[in-house]
């Protein structure tokens, strides 16, 4: 099944509508109260942590679906700030509250907030924190915050599977962070290059769309003119670049093909040359390979003449004479 909400937007508001926002919002809040005192006082049986987890994902889901639709409808800022609290929760304990610039007007005291972080913090799984992560990374407030939070996953989590799904998340992040966010790229990045090959692999893959993010030409993207009925509504924000996405539309409903691509500097990524090095994995080469179409969009005619050519040089000289099949494959 396919719906085409995105095609309508006076049905989705008028769905909203009917159903009053106000009382989404208190059902929000009184499930996650519920969830709260499950959490407190029921003996911690897998069963029961399983049932916590799966009920918390659904709230995240669908404060997540709200979030796409708020294009079409108007959220209340205490909703907003909710839904950014909500898909803080899991890592509520694990830093000293207020928590920076994380907003608190949604009728809960920090100390409230705090045990919502206590008691539900540890019984989310990674499933849940990668669909937060995922919301955490497009929503539009607590800059500083969110972006502790994804120091926080990338440089202390000691689990690979959350580092990697933050690096998933870091270009949405920093299109939504803008310019002053992007130092993240080379505060974080090198350091993770040493975390093994399954790191190593989504750096690679994650490479393509910074360069598409340094441009500063991208834009967030709510929701698809297409959703499959199976997938979280949520599920399909993402960034979209001018230049490298075909399905990009400017205000207009154009895509202005007479534009030039716009430019970065080469320099960035240079130190991710090692990810081609002789010794490398086939498979993060092959992810390295299938980012070169976005870099090579906007780094080609750089003024960094040397960063250029050795980048040209590690990727077409080399990659055409790879020993590994599937990497000479994905070259060509
Ligand atoms: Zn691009």
């Given at each position: 099944m396919k719906t085409s909400s995105a095609e309508n937007p006076s049905e989705v508001k008028e769905f909203f509508t009917n159903l009053g926002l106000s009382h989404l919002f208190s059902v929000l809040k009184s499930s996650l109260q519920v969830l709260v005192q499950i959490a407190e006082q029921s003996s911690r049986t897998t069963d029961t942590l399983t049932a916590l987890d799966s009920s918390f994902q659904k709230l995240v889901h669908t404060s997540g679906a709200l979030y796409c639709m708020s294009d079409f409808i108007h959220l209340p800022l205490d909703l907003c700030q909710f839904l950014i609290f909500l898909v803080s929760i899991p890592w509520l304990a694990r830093c000293d509250p207020p928590?920076?610039?994380?907003?608190?007007?949604?009728?809960?005291?920090v100390d409230g907030m705090a045990r919502v972080g206590r008691s539900l913090g540890p019984v989310i799984d990674l499933e849940s924190k990668v669909l937060c992560l995922h919301l955490l990374a497009a929503l539009d407030a607590a800059p500083t915050w969110r972006t502790q939070v994804f120091l926080l996953v990338l440089q202390?989590?000691?689990?690979i599977d959350a580092k990697i799904a933050a690096l998933k998340q870091l270009s949405l992040l920093l299109c939504s962070l803008g310019s002053f966010s992007f130092h993240l790229i080379s505060d974080v990045l090198p350091g993770l290059l040493s975390c093994g090959e399954a790191v190593q692999e989504e750096i690679a893959k994650v490479i393509g769309s910074l360069a598409c993010i340094l441009t500063e030409n991208t834009v967030i993207r709510k929701l698809k003119e297409q959703l499959s009925f199976d997938d979280p509504v949520c599920s399909s924000i993402t960034f979209l670049c001018p230049d490298c996405d075909p399905n990009f539309q400017n205000k207009t409903g154009n895509k202005d093909e007479s534009k030039l691509s716009a430019i970065v500097n080469a320099a960035i990524f240079?130190?991710?040359?090692?990810?081609?090095?002789?010794?490398?994995?086939a498979a993060i080469k092959c992810a390295f390979i299938n980012s070169m179409k976005r870099m090579f969009t906007h780094i080609a005619f750089t003024a960094d003449y040397a960063a250029h050519s050795s980048i040209v040089s590690a990727t077409c000289f080399d990659l055409i004479e790879d020993p590994d099949f599937d990497v000479r494959m994905a070259f060509r």
């Open positions: 928590w920076i610039d994380l907003p608190h007007g949604f009728g809960l005291s202390k989590d000691t689990a240079t130190q991710y040359l090692q990810l081609l090095s002789p010794d490398t994995n």
